[in-house]
């Protein structure tokens, strides 16, 4: 039985460090992915996690495959297809450390998922399954992506969710809203940042999140980017800031690195999401800010998620915790 396995999009995040003597851009290349971000700060933890997506046989793919093997992160279900490459994104950082994306996936071998190459028993053996929208762009990993959902809760999982959303990679935003709020309906615990509340919902914080809750989310995390976290379920909701001490190097995989360290925290709360307290959200924002702040201070997305014992000793060190 997994902890956690999480099914979508596995690349090569090329990011820009400079330029070289002759005015050319220098790109370097790091494994990336959101979902397997998520379960690299998962597996840092101490969780068990598995991966499902596709990458292509070429030297990316099997590079990202030994990634994963080197993180402990379960590979039985990512598929080496020879007849497409691995998907590759085009990372631009402005001074503050912030992302504009470009991508080479027309098709990307993360886009070719098809529902049979899905295993039932990965899908039956698992305490949480994750998943985002990018493997929802097109077909036919979007129809292998809504069967695993659905499978998975009909198993038992919890359903994860953070909608990722990249407008570059969607053929409208109307197209992407009515895909994020399929994935909205279909999870327990989503988390989504600010931007991506008011695409969908044309509604500040507090009032978005209320209707996150109404369209079925048992536990809502609302990332407001340097003002930290809104966390909300039917019990209580909390506001927690985010550590601007630290020094930014490179924000790649910072969300998602936040949304594995959480919901590490609801399955180390031992409670269901909907139970949670406000002193209980509080703690788990602190984490997972702490987790995504160290996360900040490194290059990359799977190379940059710190420990769990780095993120308490912060956290010790800042007085939050004892």
Known sequence: MMDVTALGELLIDFVHKGNNEFGSPIMHGNPGGAPCNFLCALA???EKTAFIGKVGDDAFGHMLKKTLDTHGIDTTGLVIDPSVFTTLAF???????DRTFSFARKPGADTMLRPDEVRDEQLANTRVFHFGTLSMTNEPARSATKQAVEKARQNGAMITFDPNYRAPLWNSEEEAK?????????????KISKEELELVFQQNVEQGAETLLENGVKLAFVTLGKNGVYAKNRQAS??????????????????????????????????????????????????????????????????????????????????LWA
Not at 286 to 314: C, D, H, W
């Open 238 to 319: 909390t506001t927690s800031p985010a550590f601007l001490e630290l020094k930014t190097v490179d924000t790649t995989g910072a969300g998602d690195i936040f949304g594995g360290s959480a919901v590490y925290g609801v399955l180390a709360s031992g409670k269901a999401p909907e139970t949670l307290t406000e002193d209980d959200l509080q703690k788990i924002c602190q984490f997972a800010n702490a987790m995504a702040g160290l996360s900040t201070t490194r290059s990359g997305g799977i190379t940059s998620v710190p420990k769990k014992q780095e993120a308490i000793a912060y956290l010790q060190q800042s007085g």
């Open 91 to 97: 990372v631009t950082l402005d001074e503050t450390g």
């Open 44 to 46: 840092s933890c101490g």
């Open 178 to 190: 009515e895909q994020i709020l399929w994935g909205i309906r279909h999870c327990d615990v989503l």
